[in-house]
């Protein structure tokens, strides 16, 4: 099966002074007893709603977020979610034409939302699609156009580019009714969304010829930098970042990886210096699991984190790097668009 199935990061939220309200639309072809269609709602990286063509309802993923919404909000999200899903459905099939595809394991995702500074009041937004793994289209908020990193994509690109209307429409959502849904969230979900839970820090290797990683797991908000630090300097040769990837209960974990021959790790001091919420925690001591050294349950549970994120929020791609209907905000609803499609 091709590698296709890699998992969301979520949103564009990094700096605890920027939060950030968004979906993320992922629907497959090809995969048994999962469901076609998934639609995740989230907030700073939390997530807030949910919704499955297994279940075919949009359920609540935190409680405060009742709260936040009126008694129909529930149905009237799932509705658009079902219609998002006839969409998305078509989508893979005009993209697997485009790329002269047969049947097979497919995936088509959606991720969009907007982002707000609390300090300065600037807002922003993001709107980007993806085919089977890869950047397929996204909207460049600055020049107000759309773009694609491929020729399949093209044809997207000059229909969409030359409806203004819709645009316009994007931007006014983006700008205004995602960012107040964003803001009343935040009301609600103010004692959840501001919390502060420390990570905890392990090195962790294979054998003992192996590269080290440092783990960082159980932390929030997602903000954290991973430094490797040797003889007391930060040490930044043949280092490999992970991704951030949400755990089971709503925290983060991240990984940096060190490659350095035994014979340099033993005559050097090298840590891992992890910096969270102006709480600092630094791991020397590597923990293996060659000699029964590393307990099965961390590796365990680092597998499990991702296996749970697949079950409860649906599979996806690295999405952000540095979805055959016109987008129409929907009243009453903080989804603001029921489709959008290569066509």
């Not at 300097?233 to 280092?239: G, N």
């Not at 951030?244 to 490659?259: V, W």
Request: proline residues 3%; hydrophobic residues 35%; contains cysteine.
């Amino acid at each position: 099966m091709r590698a296709v199935l890699l998992f969301i990061l979520g949103l564009k939220l990094t700096v605890a002074e920027i939060h950030s309200h968004g979906y993320i639309y992922t629907e497959t072809k090809g995969i048994p007893g999962f469901p076609e269609f998934v639609s995740v709602g989230m907030v700073d990286g939390q997530q807030v709603n949910y919704f499955d063509t297994q279940i075919m309802k949009m359920i609540p993923r935190t409680d405060w977020v009742s709260g936040a919404v009126d008694a129909d909000f529930w149905n009237r999200n799932a509705q658009i979610a079902i219609g998002a899903h006839q969409v998305y459905k078509n989508n893979i099939e005009v993209a697997k034409q485009r790329f002269n595809q047969t049947d097979g394991v497919h995936t088509f995702q959606k991720m969009y939302g907007c982002e707000w500074d609390d300090e300065t009041g600037t807002t922003n937004g993001f709107s980007q699609f993806g085919y089977d793994g890869e950047d397929f289209l996204n909207l460049d908020f600055k020049d107000l156009r759309y773009i694609s990193p491929v020729q399949q994509g093209v044809i997207t690109t000059v229909k969409w580019n030359n409806d203004k209307a819709k645009i316009e429409n994007q931007k006014h959502y983006f700008n205004t009714e995602c960012i107040e849904w964003l803001k009343k969230y935040l009301q609600f979900g103010k004692s959840s969304l501001e919390k502060t839970v420390s990570p905890r820090v392990s090195l962790l290797q294979k054998d003992s010829s192996s590269s080290v990683t440092c783990h960082a797991t159980g932390f929030y908000p997602s903000g954290v930098t991973i430094t490797w630090m040797k003889n007391g300097e930060e040490h930044h040769e043949d280092v490999e970042l992970g991704e951030l990837l949400p755990n089971e209960d709503g925290t983060f974990q991240k990984t940096s990886t060190l490659t350095v021959s035994p014979d340099e790790w033993k005559n050097n001091k090298f840590s891992c210096l992890v910096e969270h919420k102006g709480i600092n925690k630094e791991e020397s001591e590597i923990r293996t699991n060659y000699g029964n050294s590393l307990p099965i349950g961390i590796i365990v549970g680092v597998v499990a984190a991702v296996v749970l994120l697949v079950g409860m929020a649906g599979i996806g791609y690295k999405i952000y790097q540095k979805k055959k209907k016109d987008f129409k905000p929907v009243s009453g609803s903080d989804d603001g668009s029921n489709s959008s499609a290569p066509a």
